[in-house]
């Protein structure tokens, strides 16, 4: 009998996270009312794991995809629920209120507390062993649950014990419920805390900008559209036959997919327009970079070839691995819409023939530019209308749509053309 009642008790706490919602604003054809949070989470775990390029030293992939996936937990809890009534998760949290729960902090606080709470701390013991000798405190832990619960760009509100109102018994035990699960689709292997501290807060950095960067195509309803509840009865199922095929499908759409460096071949190849290197031009072709960050100053006189001689130093460091693209920054819009002009036609001899990079521009502006505009991927919706101004020509450049829509992720382009203040912002990629 108790072992009966102990297991009825089990399937009933791994079961009650199913019904939290994450979205709830369906398209016209969507073939659920809402998207469950159990499939969100997924989802972003799943862009996590295919983003090219990805840098988390000395985490495994299995740890990784877990630990994205937690991203969204503070979702379970009342206040966020209560955004929608109709979806409200009776299960997990009994009929809805006659008095609706108070606003509280947000879902990043909550995730946040969460993640550090006493019995999720535990369940999460045997895959952040702690703490000695070289165990992981509540400190060294509470950078990577920052990083991943403030996926919106902002560090998460730490919040005290909060009241039963705002996060119940119901809530915590889903939440269990729900990291046990995570748990059981990726099996990630216990990760011993690094030596040294700073390594720590460098992974914490780039687990936060993986994250958002995850969760901006994760929650992109077109690319991963409303699954009903019985779509994550088996959460690895939709994991491996649904997740993973549309991360990749989102990737390519995104324009995010790998695009690999041309071997160098010289100048004149990069440019075959060129039928005499200039002096500038040849030493950037003949001189040998330096181990390391490289800070080349190059000053020549006006038509010298001086862009050239740059991107040719550019071509070299991305042909030996010690770059994946480029962004050419400029004093202003002008500039720089006039190099984007000049990009158009070159940019694409950094890359193999196969490859397909996107050329993206990054101002203020940049949507008004009727190049720049021609360039967007055919998903984007633009008039087959052919203008009089020949601006309006066909580029032969390419940019993923998605890319184009914000002047963040124009930084994720492969090669960038915009202004310095774009460069120099906080959201400018590392």
């Known amino acids: 009998m108790l072992f009966a009642a102990l297991l009825r008790n089990k399937l009933r706490m791994s079961s009650d996270y199913a019904n939290f919602w994450a979205k709830a604003h369906p398209a016209a054809d969507a073939a659920a009312v809402f998207h469950p949070l159990v499939a969100h989470c997924l989802d972003v775990a799943a862009v996590a794991l295919l983003l090219p390029g990805r840098t988390t030293p000395g985490l495994d992939a299995r740890m990784l995809g877990f630990l994205i996936a937690l991203h969204d937990i503070g979702k379970i809890s009342r206040p966020f629920q209560a955004k929608v009534p109709d979806h409200w998760p009776t299960a997990a949290l009994g009929v809805f209120p006659i008095v609706p729960p108070p606003p509280g902090p947000a879902h990043d606080a909550f995730g946040l507390y969460l993640l550090g709470s006493t019995g999720i701390a535990e369940a999460l013991r045997p895959v952040l062993p702690g703490p000695a000798p070289r165990g992981w405190t509540y400190g060294h832990a ?199 002009r000049r990009m158009e036609a070159a940019y694409l001899g950094l890359f193999v023939s196969e490859a397909r990079p996107s050329l993206a521009l990054a101002h203020g502006r940049a949507a008004l530019n009727p190049r720049f505009h021609a360039a967007f991927a055919p998903d984007t919706a633009r008039s087959a209308d052919t203008k009089a101004d020949p601006a309006d020509d066909p580029s032969e450049a390419h940019c993923a749509a998605w890319l184009a829509e914000d002047r963040r992720r124009a930084m994720l382009a492969q090669v960038g053309v915009g202004t310095l203040d774009q460069a120099c912002s906080p959201q400018a990629r590392g």
């Not at 919106?152 to 046990?180: K, M, N, S, W």
């Not at 970079?289 to 100053?297: M, N, Q």
């Not at 862009?307 to 040719?312: G, N, R, V, Y």
Request: charged residues 15%.
């Open 142 to 340: 509470g950078q990577l649950w920052r990083a991943l619960a403030g996926h919106h760009g902002r560090p998460p509100q730490e919040i005290d014990q909060p009241f039963a109102t705002t996060l119940c018994d119901g809530c915590r035990t889903a939440a269990l419920g729900f990291v046990e699960a995570m748990c059981d689709v990726f099996r990630p292997p216990p990760f011993p805390r690094p030596h040294r501290e700073h390594d720590v807060a460098r992974l914490a950095w780039r687990l936060a900008g993986l994250t958002t960067l995850a969760d901006w195509v994760g929650s992109r309803q077109a690319w991963f559209p409303y699954v009903p509840v019985e779509a994550v009865a088996d959460p690895a199922g939709y994991f491996w036959n649904h997740a993973i095929p549309r991360a990749a499908a989102a990737l390519a759409a995104a324009g995010l997919v790998r695009a690999d460096p041309a071997p160098f071949g010289g100048v004149k190849k990069l440019f075959p327009g060129l039928t005499t290197p200039s002096p500038v031009q040849d030493w950037a072709q003949s001189v040998v970079p330096p181990d390391g960050p490289v800070l080349a100053v190059i000053e020549d006189l006006t038509g010298s070839g001086k862009t050239e001689a740059a991107m040719t130093l550019a071509h070299r460091l991305m042909a030996a691995g010690r770059a994946q693209g480029v962004y050419v920054a400029l004093p202003t819009m002008a500039t720089a819409n006039a190099m984007y």
